[in-house]
């Protein structure tokens, strides 16, 4: 008889999430929890070998850092995640515990729903945390810190979002943080006809962003990336010019706008440059834009005068076009993330009851095969027609007498009795035994 093991059984594993994200933190407590791709490896290895994590995944963008994991123990696990983000960041647990959330079971899966369908971004409705959240996820699967209840998680999140992108216009009505910044550029010079603008990275934000400025009437477009060949295809895209990262200096004595969102560890832009490129300028205003989550940019670089820094939470006040639509449209996204919530929550209550189910199953028909054997060596020579007959006979029983059994439990899957009912299924049918 396959038997189903007892830890397995115990293990009854929930979904908790901790993390926090712009509605909750400043933008220098969030650039100091960042996961930059070349350290989110080793942070999703370490986090899965904490002793009460079954299975993680991280988020990591501008707006929100969440570590969503699976445990046996959410309680413990939770206090070990925080006490992770704290000692990987080198941060103390003063200064990041009063920014924390933390959302457990059925609050994790609507958080995740939400998160995904944009409901929760700076910018309700745009289209970037989608992707985000699923290079999250295609880390986490690289990483093999993803099993049965993330898995099926993350995809449920996806399905949700394409759900919410088809049944509402909300993402037709929505703006990007790149389209944003475009925006608060005109407020600025009236217009962007004739102007020029330099992108230091060449990852999606900046590509949504040179298109915008192009749509616009920018008429020089000029990248610099890390990697050339990458800064020179975005630049060919929109018939600009690509020029090596660290030649990028010199272009800021000419261009009027510089949107910067690399990956930087430190600021690549600091009041000192731009003190001596404002001088070059005669004094000439430069509008500088940093998306970057760590910031490129010396916030000190707004003490210098004519220069123009903006931030990714200066942003948010810009985003407010089609608001009144857009809120009717999210209105009717909640509504679809709560129906969808409640559907994947009842999956993972059914989990509790799954092994019983499986082991109640295999130990009935156990039996009915060994007593099938016994009957039939009795009766040797008994017509195959007869032996047929009784096999069915005995399926049938066997099937009968499981049905009520099987379909209490799956109904009390989740109610606060369930755990009992199981217990007691497990002692009457000695499910537990040898």
Not at 109 to 121: C, G, K, P, Q
Not at 366 to 389: C, M, Q, V, Y
Request: aromatic share 6%.
């Amino acid at each position: 008889m396959n038997k189903v093991p007892r830890r397995a059984r115990k293990e009854k594993l929930e979904i908790a999430i901790v993390g926090l994200s712009h509605q909750t933190a400043p933008l220098e407590i969030r650039e100091r929890l960042a996961f930059p791709p070349f350290i989110l490896d080793r942070a999703l290895q370490d986090i899965n070998l904490l002793p009460d994590v079954r299975e993680n995944l991280i988020i990591s963008t501008c707006n929100r850092v969440e570590v969503i994991f699976a445990s046996a123990r959410p309680a413990d696990a939770i206090e070990q995640v925080k006490e992770f983000l704290i000692r990987f960041h080198h941060l103390s647990r003063e200064t990041l515990e009063k920014y924390f959330y933390i959302y457990s079971q059925q609050e994790a899966v609507s958080h995740l729903f939400r998160v995904t369908s944009s409901l929760d971004s700076m910018v309700v409705g745009e289209p970037q945390i989608l992707g985000q959240v699923k290079e999250g996820y295609r880390a986490a699967l690289h990483n093999r810190c993803c099993g049965l209840v993330l898995n099926r998680f993350s995809h449920k999140a996806f399905s949700v979002a394409k759900r919410v992108r088809t049944e509402t216009t909300l993402g037709n009505l929505a703006v990007s943080i790149s389209s944003v910044a475009v925006e608060l550029a005109k407020k600025i010079f009236g217009e962007l006809k004739g102007k020029s603008a330099l992108l230091l990275g060449a990852g999606d934000m900046a590509e949504l962003a040179a298109a915008y400025f192009i749509r616009q009437g920018v008429k020089e477009l000029i990248v610099a990336n890390r990697t050339y060949e990458r800064g020179k295809e975005l630049a060919a895209k929109f018939e600009g010019v690509a020029v090596e990262f660290n030649h990028f200096p010199h272009y800021l004595n000419e261009v009027d706008i510089v949107l910067s969102s690399t990956g930087s560890m430190e600021f690549i832009i600091k009041k000192e440059r731009m003190l001596k490129v404002i001088k070059a300028r005669k004094n000439r205003p430069i509008f500088l834009i940093d998306i970057a989550v760590p910031r490129d940019i010396d916030p000190m670089v707004n003490e210098v005068a004519n220069v123009y820094l903006y931030d990714i939470d200066d942003l948010a006040s810009v985003a407010d076009g089609n608001l009144e639509e857009r809120q009717h449209q999210a209105q009717r996204a909640e509504e679809i993330v709560a129906e969808e919530t409640a559907r994947f929550s009842a999956w993972l209550k059914s989990l509790e009851v799954t092994p019983t189910v499986v082991s109640l199953i295999h130990k009935l028909r156990a039996i009915r095969d060994a007593e099938l054997s016994r009957s039939i060596s009795k009766f040797r020579g008994t017509p195959p027609e007869d032996r047929k007959t009784l096999e069915r006979l005995a399926r049938r029983l066997v099937n009968k007498i499981l049905h009520e059994p099987i379909t209490r439990l799956k109904q009390n899957a989740g109610d606060p009795d369930a755990l009992a009912m199981v217990e007691a299924t497990r002692k009457l049918f000695g499910l537990d035994e040898d």
